[in-house]
């Protein structure tokens, strides 16, 4: 993560999809499937923000994420090549979702926030490569950003 307290502004290697205008931040390792998670839930109705590289800043109290200028409307298919897209030029970070293999999720993790830029943001793990990966993302999404059902029960 490269930060400058001048400007508030960070570049992550995620990739970023929008959800109804909510920007979901994929985090992983190269390979870790942060592409293909997001052209499945692109091809299900989100949009694109940013592939591999996303610019996030801080405007009030929202953490805004874009592509950088030289990627924007790209995204890696891996087998196909890099493909253009119509994209959202920017949305509010809604959520943080770390890649990891799915032999290392917790059953029932307790709830984990991270603080970007001076912002918590509700941060979970997920496995992308399982069938219902896209489905739970949703779902997160859903519990973490809107009254009502679903609701996440703490232990």
Do not use: C, N, Y
């Not at 570049?11 to 999809?17: D, F, N, R, S, W």
């Not at 929008?18 to 992983?28: K, M, Q």
């Not at 950088?68 to 298919?77: F, H, K, N, Q, Y």
């Amino acid at each position: 993560m490269t930060a400058s307290a001048a400007t508030d502004r960070v570049l992550l290697h995620a990739t970023t999809i929008a959800i109804e205008g909510r920007a979901v931040l994929l985090r992983g390792a190269s390979g870790a499937g942060k592409s293909d998670l997001g052209l499945r839930l692109i091809d299900a109705g989100a949009r694109l923000v940013a592939d591999d590289q996303s610019e996030l800043l801080r405007r009030g109290d929202s953490l805004i994420v874009r592509a950088p200028a030289t990627i924007a409307g790209l995204i890696e298919v891996r087998g196909i090549g890099i493909v253009r897209l119509d994209t959202l030029a920017e949305a509010p970070v809604a959520l943080l979702v770390d890649l990891v293999p799915a032999e290392t999720l917790e059953r029932l993790p307790a709830w984990r926030k991270e603080t970007i830029l001076g912002l918590d943001l509700p941060l979970i793990a997920l496995a992308p490569f399982e069938a219902s990966a896209a489905a739970k993302l949703r779902l997160a999404l859903r519990a973490f950003t809107e009254p009502g059902l679903p609701a996440i029960i703490e232990k």
